[in-house]
């Protein structure tokens, strides 16, 4: 930590400045500011930065660019949005072509205010972004060493801002695997959200296969069911279905990227089977270039029987699996240890 905090590695990306902003945050580096004898580098790989600095608004062109970049960075990571443009669109944020600030794409840590944001403005936001990543380090290292004590509970109402949030964490690989930002996960609100702890499927027609017909079920679908993992308070993964007639319709399942392969997943998927004990088939779907997640859940004993187009370039891939005959879900997934 000591090297992140005395020697942090910056990477710069202009998102669609008037490059105002860019000449600021380049004056950073002359011999007037000369931010490199504190240690600060400029890099060019993300690969090798520990802070992200955007300046600029975000358009459709440098949207997939933000996202492409800032998934190379390894964790921990920051983002510092560098003037108006960067915070939230600015003077450019109603032109047709702006989506909005930096936030619109991926989470944002810092905001330097400016139109054009100062020099010394940058390097105190940097100083601030150095906080936020010593901060996130500790709370990785603390997660990671009580990786063998994830807590499987039902999640609540209370849960649904933090677990939207890894949502759209969880879901920036597959944006990045289909080249595809219109995914139902990374459009959903927070009103949204709430609204599915609260109201049975039949209210959230995005959650149910587009086949399913709910005026010919056999049965009222129950409310849907989240489940979380939780370590240390903080939520890492989760899991959602709901039941109709004999089966639970199981989705989205989300691990934030650094407490992947390490089998969360492969308990998330059996803990919420156990919360429908009347359930006799099981079914999932994802998309046709998981692989992942196709071999997960032919793991936990699913296979798959259909595809079906989801867009023009996502196929969804279904999995179905039947409850082994005089098995049930004996417990409610309330509180369960790894
Ligand atoms: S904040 Fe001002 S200087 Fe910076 S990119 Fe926007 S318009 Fe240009």
Redesign the pocket.
Known sequence: MLGLRKSPWIIHYDAS?????DIETLACLTPLYDVERLGVINTGNPKHADIFLV??AVNEQSKEVIRNIYHQLPEPKVVVAI???ASSG??FRDCYNIAGGVDRVIPVDVYVP????RPEAIIDGVVQALGVLERKQSEMSALANCIDRILYLRATKADAAEILVLQKIAYQTEIELYGDDSLPPMQQTLEELEHDFEHVPVNAPSLLPADRDLAAAPAAPARIVFLKAVINGKIIGSIRGYQLGDTAYLSRMIVHPYFRRRGVGRRLLPEIEKAFPTARRFEANTGHQSKRNHYQLTQLGYRQFKTEPLTPTITLVYFEKLRPAGTSGSRPPILVSS
Request: glycine fraction near 32%; include cysteine; charged fraction near 0%.
């Open positions: 400045s008037c490059n105002g902003c300046t600029g003037g108006v443009c600015g003077i400016g139109c054009a944001a």
